[in-house]
């Protein structure tokens, strides 16, 4: 299948990282679309995991927050809050931990509280949320974002949530005993973290995408890998299902407004 | 001991000028219709606490009631931001608010320690995080049996918690079912405790053993608005108001807008209107 938007490629792209065995803690959007495409592909077994308390949930639909009935109608079991962040988070459950950004540095740190200073901010943004022990408490984390230069900048404004700090060992130093930031997902490309410098570098570019493209919506200089290559497309099974949830989301929505 | 009021009476009784309030419920359950009799009562110089301040708070902060929010996460959920919290942080307007973040790990925990009495919460937190840099409420504890060095936040106790539930018994106990949020945990840290519900039965029995239930001794003022959650939802009766969300954002958006709504759908009307305002989302 070669129609397909550059969204639709990064949250099919983000589904086929997760498998059967994952314990995923969901944040809403594209990470949500992409946890409910692995599980209706070839993922079915996956735990997914929403802050509001919903563990083992399988929606027929995407919900709009994190706390939508359908996600507590189709879950295994729904604790209080506290619970989900003590027994489920805190107590090292929780497998990958799954997040957007609107601010992200090339070490996978994450502002998503203020642009500009945070006494006096140019934007207040909504804020952590689960977001700061959600990085810190998942065995790993996956990040997808929309590749701009506003978001995709040489210094974030604020650490919401740590990713691999100034690079290298931070996460080590600090006590961190998770992996943090392994897997960034964007519009373009598909990006690791250097082994060693933590620096997260381009693996693989979309079909269609060029270097240039990568850079001139990137605020940083980029580091691409040496082996680079192409992301496979999605397939008709991969397309088909995340179409189909989108519509079944859409209706349900207009439904009920 | 819970007394069955009407929901003025509730808040009058249980709110007042400068206390620090809870009104909590995980997107689920938000109290409302409490919330709207708290801005009809004109309360000053609250200090809101909340996980997720939304569209609850929008109206009390855009109606000039708040001195401090205390939250970790000022969304409107599934939409973007809070404009009239936004106007506040940034502009002082109606007036200027002070702000204790958090994340969400630490707002619930809090509220676990207000519930067992205890004067902080402790956990594995904020590592790395700037929070701990513009909050002087986040501190640190060693460990005196690992030397692991923990997160430590002080317990939340409102002077009043209000939430919405399902049920009350005819004799004031309260059943919660859903996403149960933190709402157990904030009404046992609090000093008093006002519930709206959707309906009283006569009795919880037949029901399954392990449902989130509230005594009616934890409790002090129960008041009956079937549709109180509006525009949130109530698990079992009716759906969350999406599109009210979304036309939030457009009517907080303009200071003018926003007071004209208020005055229209706040102000001049009483908690009876819930009822029809759920009357199309109920299954």
């Known amino acids: 299948m070669t129609d397909f938007t550059p969204v639709e490629m990064m949250t099919i792209a983000a589904a086929r990282a997760l498998s059967s065995d994952d314990v995923c803690f969901v944040g809403i959007g594209a990470p949500s679309a992409a946890c409910n495409v692995a599980r209706l592909t070839h993922a079915p077994d996956i735990t997914l995991i929403y802050e509001s308390g919903t563990i083992g949930v399988a929606p027929d639909v995407l919900p709009l927050s994190i706390g939508d009935g359908e996600l507590c109608e189709t879950a295994l079991t729904t604790v209080s809050v506290p619970e989900m962040f003590r027994y489920w988070l805190m107590g090292g459950r929780i497998s990958i931990g799954f997040l957007g950004a609107a601010q992200l540095d090339r070490f996978g740190n994450i502002n998503t509280t203020v642009i500009g200073d945070y006494a006096h901010p140019k934007v207040r943004l909504p804020g952590g949320g689960g977001a700061p022990e959600i990085a810190s408490s998942c065995g790993e984390v996956f990040i997808t974002l929309r590749q701009a230069q506003r978001a995709m900048v040489e210094k974030i404004d604020f650490f919401t949530s740590f990713g691999h700090g100034e690079g290298g060992n931070h996460r080590e130093r600090l006590g961190l005993t998770t992996k943090g930031p392994t897997l960034l997902i964007t519009d373009y490309a598909i990006w690791r973290p250097d082994p060693e410098t933590k620096e997260f570098t381009v693996r693989r570019l979309h079909q269609g995408v060029t270097r240039e493209q990568v850079q001139d919506t990137c605020g940083w200089k980029i580091r691409f890998a040496d082996d680079l290559d192409e992301t496979p497309p999605p397939t008709d099974l991969e397309l088909g299902t995340l179409r189909d949830l989108q519509a079944r989301t859409t209706a349900a929505h207009q439904r009920m407004v | ?283």
């Open chain 2, 1 to 283: 001991m819970a007394q069955f009021l009407s929901l003025s009476e509730a808040i009058r009784q249980n709110v007042n000028d400068g206390d620090t309030v809870a009104f909590e419920g995980f997107t689920h359950l938000i109290p409302h219709a409490a919330g709207h009799e708290t801005i009809r009562q004109r309360f000053r110089d609250l200090t809101l606490l909340r996980m997720t301040p939304d569209i609850i708070y929008d109206q009390m902060i855009g109606m000039g009631m708040a001195r401090k929010v205390v939250f970790s996460y000022a969304g409107n959920p599934g939409v973007g931001l809070l404009r009239r919290m936004r106007d506040a942080i940034e502009n002082r307007y109606p007036r200027a608010i002070a702000t204790v973040e958090h994340s969400h790990s630490a707002m619930a925990q809090a509220y676990e320690a207000g519930a067992s009495g205890l004067p902080m919460a402790v956990f594995r937190g904020y590592k790395g995080a700037d929070l701990i840099k513009v909050n002087p409420e986040i501190r640190s504890v060693t460990c005196p049996f690992t030397g692991e060095e923990l997160a430590a936040v002080p317990a939340h106790r409102p002077d009043v918690t209000v939430i919405h539930a399902q049920k009350a018994s005819r004799k004031g106990d309260v059943l919660i079912e859903g996403i149960i949020g933190v709402q157990k945990e904030a009404a046992l840290a609090a000093k008093r405790v006002v519930v709206t519900v959707e309906e009283v039965v006569p009795d919880f029995k037949g029901l399954h053993p392990n449902l989130c239930i509230l005594p009616h001794w934890t409790i002090d003022a129960v008041a009956v608005v079937p549709g109180g959650a509006h525009p949130s939802y109530a698990h079992g009766y009716y759906e969350r108001d999406n599109a009210a969300y979304l036309e939030w954002d457009r009517i907080s958006n303009e200071r003018a807008l926003f007071q004209q709504w208020m005055e229209d759908n706040v102000l001049s009307v009483g908690p009876e209107v819930f009822a029809e305002r759920v009357a199309g989302l109920r299954r």
